[in-house]
C-alpha cells in the first residue's frame, strides 16, 4: 500500500509551484501600476524626453503587459535575473551572495532560540502552576510582544554600548575569522529570534502539559521508569509535533524581522537588500527579491505539511482522518 505521504507529495508540490507563478505574476504587475515613470526613475529628474523615449524603447515599456511578463519570467527561470539600475552589477550574483547571508544568520537565530525554546517550555510544563512557570510564561508572552527594532536597539544598548562585549555593527566578509564571525551574528540572531522564543515555549509548554496527563505517560512511571526518560524518551517527542508547525509557520515572522534586524546591525543580508532596491526604486532588484522571499514562504509552509505528516504517522495526510 502506497504511504499517504507520497499521494500528498505530488499534489502540494503542484499547488506551490501554481502559488509561486500567481505570485511572480502579481509581483510583476503591481511594479508597473505603482506611480512614477520608470524611464523618468532610471535616468533622473532632469533626462530629457527623447532620452527617456530611447529608454522606454530598451526596455520594451511599449509591448504588451504579457509579452513583457513572459520575457521576464522566462529570463528568471534560464538564470537571467537581468541587471540592477542603482547597483549596476548583475542581480543573480548579488542575490545569491546576500542570501547565504541571510541563511547563515536565521541559522544561527534558530540554533540559539530551539533549544532554548524547548528547554524552556519542558521546565515550565514540569512545574505547572509554580513560580518558575509563571515566569517563564510571562517572559515569552513579552518577547512576543516587543518588535524587533526595540530589542535590537536594548540589545545594542546594553552588550555594546553598557558592557562593550559584542559589536554594534554585524558587518562580516568571507576573510574574517569563525569567532570574528560569530561574534558578529550573536545580537542580531538574538534579537531576530526573541519573538519566536515566546511562540515556541509556549507551545512546547501547552502540548508537554497535555502529553504529560495522557495515559502512556502515568503507565510508564508506574513500571519505574525514571522521570527524565520518560519525558526525554516518550513525552517530549510527541509534544514537539506541534512546535515544526509554529516554526515553519514562524518563517513568514523571520523573513519580516530580517528587514529590521539587518539594517539595524548593517548586516549585509536579503532584508537590507529589499530596503535598499525599495528606497532606491530599483525596479529589477526588487522584483527579483519579493519573489526571492514570497518562495522561501512558499517552500517553507511545504517543507512543514510534509514533515508534520512524516513526523505524525496516526495522520492521513490530506484527509484529517485518523489512520486504521
Known sequence: ?????????????????????????????????????????????????????????????????????????????????????????????????????????????????????????????????????????????????IPEFVSSMFLIL??????????????????????????????????LGLVLFGYLSRMVRASMVEELGRGYVRTATLKGIAPAAVVLRHALPNALLPAVTVIANQISWLVGGLVVVENVFNYPGIGQLLLQAALGQDVPLLEAVVLVLAAILIVSNLVADLAYGLLNPVVRVGTGRVAP
Open 158 to 191: 546594553v552588550f555594546s554600548l553598557w558592557l562593550g562585549v559584542l559589536p554594534a555593527s554585524a558587518r562580516i566578509s568571507s576573510s574574517d575569522g569563525f569567532l570574528t564571525m560569530i561574534s558578529a551574528l550573536l545580537l542580531p540572531a538574538t534579537a
Open 1 to 145: 500500500m502506497v504511504s499517504p505521504i507520497y499521494k500528498y507529495l505530488p499534489r502540494r508540490i503542484i499547488v506551490a509551484a501554481a502559488t509561486l507563478v500567481a505570485v511572480s505574476a502579481a509581483i510583476f504587475a503591481i511594479v508597473e501600476v505603482l506611480p512614477g515613470d520608470i524611464a523618468r526613475l532610471m535616468l533622473g529628474p532632469f533626462a530629457s524626453e527623447a532620452d527617456m523615449e530611447i529608454i522606454r524603447q530598451q526596455l520594451g515599456l511599449e509591448r504588451p503587459f504579457l509579452t513583457r511578463y513572459w520575457e521576464w519570467a522566462n529570463g528568471l527561470a534560464a538564470g537571467d535575473w537581468g541587471q540592477s539600475w542603482r547597483l549596476h552589477v548583475p542581480i543573480g550574483p548579488l542575490l545569491a551572495s546576500r542570501m547565504i547571508n541571510s541563511v547563515l544568520l536565521a541559522a544561527v537565530s534558530l540554533l540559539i532560540v530551539v533549544p532554548l525554546s524547548i528547554l524552556a517550555g519542558v521546565i515550565a510544563a514540569q512545574r505547572r502552576g509554580r513560580l518558575t512557570d509563571h515566569a517563564i510564561t510571562l517572559a515569552g508572552m513579552g518577547l512576543t510582544a
